[in-house]
């Protein structure tokens, strides 16, 4: 039973437009998300994060949004780079200072065109 | 500043080998976690330690797997005897529990094969 999913395994963008992956979630007491990207050969790295009380973050050339009546939340890569081509995990967790699991989606490859 | 540090990269052994993974986290960090990632299952969470103690082994596969932290810079995953449906990478991560957000820190990863 997959409480994070991505259901795009893979995703094929033009290097300068943008990039849009998706995740959907079905616990309701997950209340911080969080995406990672993962390079072959490498950990993943913590990219952006956002919590329940907002319905977006910005960090430079990437947004997270969330809807939280959807359980849905979406990264946002503008303009997207070839240097972006890497899987991007999304990730969540309950709130409160003792919560620690993060759920994981399985992923979402993603593939800048030069 | 050094990552999580894990050791080897890359471990190849026969059925029923005792297998050791090796995991140093970030200094100052508090909190470290094992995972498990495969094509099937994705990333799952194995053991959960807190200021050295386990906190939760609920992922921990079955007896054959064992954790352990004797301190707060050395981490241990141990397999014992081996099988070929445990190959996968093995990541560690770790994160300040107070005073931080809910970010964990991965480690490059050890490829584990089973042959």
């Known amino acids: 039973d997959q409480q994070v999913k991505q259901n795009s395994p893979s995703l094929s963008v033009q290097e300068g437009r943008i990039s849009i992956l998706n995740c959907d979630y079905t616990n309701s007491m997950f209340d911080y998300f969080l995406w990672y990207k993962k390079y072959p050969a490498e950990g993943p790295t913590f990219l952006i994060s956002i919590s329940s009380i907002k319905d977006k973050n910005e960090d430079g050339r990437f947004t997270v949004f969330l809807n939280k009546s959807a359980k849905h939340l979406s990264l946002h890569i503008v303009p997207s780079q070839p240097g972006d081509s890497a899987v991007y995990f999304c990730?969540?967790?309950?709130?409160?200072?003792?919560?620690?699991?993060?759920?994981f989606g399985k992923g979402t490859k993603l593939s800048v065109i030069p | 500043d050094a990552g999580v540090i894990q050791s080897p990269r890359h471990e190849v052994t026969e059925m029923g080998q005792e297998v050791t993974l090796r995991c140093k986290p970030i200094s100052g960090h508090n909190s470290l976690f094992w995972y498990r990632q495969t094509m099937m299952r994705g990333l799952e969470l194995l053991i959960y330690f807190n200021n050295n103690v386990p906190i939760d082994d609920s992922g921990m596969p079955e007896d054959r797997f064992s954790a352990k932290m004797p301190n707060a810079s050395f981490s241990t995953l141990k397999i014992q005897p081996s099988e070929p449906r445990d190959s996968a990478v093995y990541f560690c991560?770790?994160?300040?529990?107070?005073?931080?957000?809910?970010?964990?820190?991965f480690g490059p990863g050890t490829r584990l094969t089973v042959l």
């Open positions: 990730a969540a967790t309950p709130a409160g200072a003792g919560s620690y699991q993060l759920t």
């Open positions: 991560a770790s994160r300040r529990t107070s005073g931080g957000g809910n970010e964990q820190f």
